[in-house]
């Protein structure tokens, strides 16, 4: 991926990572628990609601933040690190991009195949239209079943994926003590 000579990220970028973080950690335990309760209850409808409404507030922050990205490289990573373990970052970088997408696409296409026909309005507020499905997909209850099992494929790839990350950024951080846990918490001076 896209990165500058710059030493550190900007405000804005560290915003994106933190906040978008602890979202998706959010709706991955919602999507749990609510997943649990029993059906057909107005409490476990309003969480759906609520897991749908977070689940497409990923998807409008990812959209800005790939833009925010490809405007603004992230800065390089240490000189120092072999080159498996580079490549190794900028391959679980992509694909976390890469699940930030498609957790939620996954999703949407799920509530659009259900022969419920279930509305999604955010926050009770923004009414959402379903996708169209493709028909290879199969029938309204094929399609519903298999993209559940991709959503909660992929959801728990992005938390595996995740521990190793932030094992990773730790391991730098104690091991290595290099700045590369820091820079994504104190932003560069001057420039967001
Ligand atoms: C960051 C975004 C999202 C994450 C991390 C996420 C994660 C999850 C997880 C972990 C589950 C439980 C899976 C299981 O145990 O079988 C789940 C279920 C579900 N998700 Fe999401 N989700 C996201 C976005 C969305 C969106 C945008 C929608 C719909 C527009 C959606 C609709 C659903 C539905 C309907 C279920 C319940 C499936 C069932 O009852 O079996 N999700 N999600």
Same mark, same amino acid.
């Given at each position: 991926?896209?990165?500058?000579?710059?030493?550190?990220?900007?405000?804005?970028?560290?915003?994106?990572?933190?906040?978008?973080?602890?979202?998706?950690?959010?709706?991955?335990?919602?999507?749990?628990?609510?997943?649990?309760?029993?059906?057909?209850?107005?409490?476990?409808?309003?969480?759906?609601?609520?897991?749908?409404?977070?689940?497409?507030?990923?998807?409008?922050?990812?959209?800005?933040?790939?833009?925010?990205?490809? +405007?603004? $490289?992230? #800065?390089? *990573? @240490?000189?120092?690190?072999?080159?498996?373990? &580079?490549? !190794? %970052?900028? =391959?679980?970088?992509?694909?976390?991009?890469?699940?930030?997408?498609?957790?939620?696409?996954?999703?949407?296409?799920?509530?659009?195949?259900?022969?419920?026909?279930?509305?999604?309005?955010?926050?009770? +507020?923004? $009414?959402? #239209?379903? *996708? @169209?499905?493709?028909?290879?997909?199969?029938? &309204?209850? !094929? %399609?519903? =079943?298999?993209?559940?099992?991709?959503?909660?494929?992929?959801?728990?790839?992005?938390?595996?994926?995740?521990?190793?990350?932030?094992?990773?950024?730790?391991?730098?951080?104690?091991?290595?003590?290099?700045?590369?846990?820091?820079?994504?918490?104190?932003?560069?001076?001057?420039?967001?």
């Amino acid at each position: 991926m896209l990165r500058n000579s710059k030493s550190g990220y900007g405000l804005i970028a560290i915003l994106f990572h933190w906040s978008m973080a602890l979202l998706m950690f959010g709706v991955f335990g919602l999507g749990l628990y609510m997943h649990e309760l029993p059906q057909f209850e107005e409490r476990t409808f309003a969480l759906y609601q609520l897991h749908k409404s977070f689940g497409f507030t990923v998807l409008a922050l990812v959209v800005l933040r790939l833009m925010w990205r490809l +405007a603004n $490289p992230a #800065p390089r *990573l @240490p000189g120092a690190m072999p080159m498996w373990e &580079k490549a !190794a %970052a900028h =391959g679980a970088h992509l694909a976390l991009y890469v699940l930030m997408f498609a957790i939620p696409l996954s999703g949407w296409l799920m509530v659009s195949a259900s022969p419920w026909g279930i509305p999604t309005v955010l926050f009770d +507020a923004i $009414p959402v #239209p379903h *996708l @169209p499905v493709p028909g290879l997909l199969g029938t &309204k209850e !094929a %399609a519903e =079943g298999l993209m559940k099992n991709v959503h909660a494929l992929l959801a728990w790839g992005m938390i595996i994926l995740a521990a190793f990350h932030a094992a990773a950024a730790i391991k730098h951080h104690l091991i290595a003590r290099d700045d590369t846990l820091r820079r994504m918490i104190s932003p560069r001076p001057s420039r967001a």
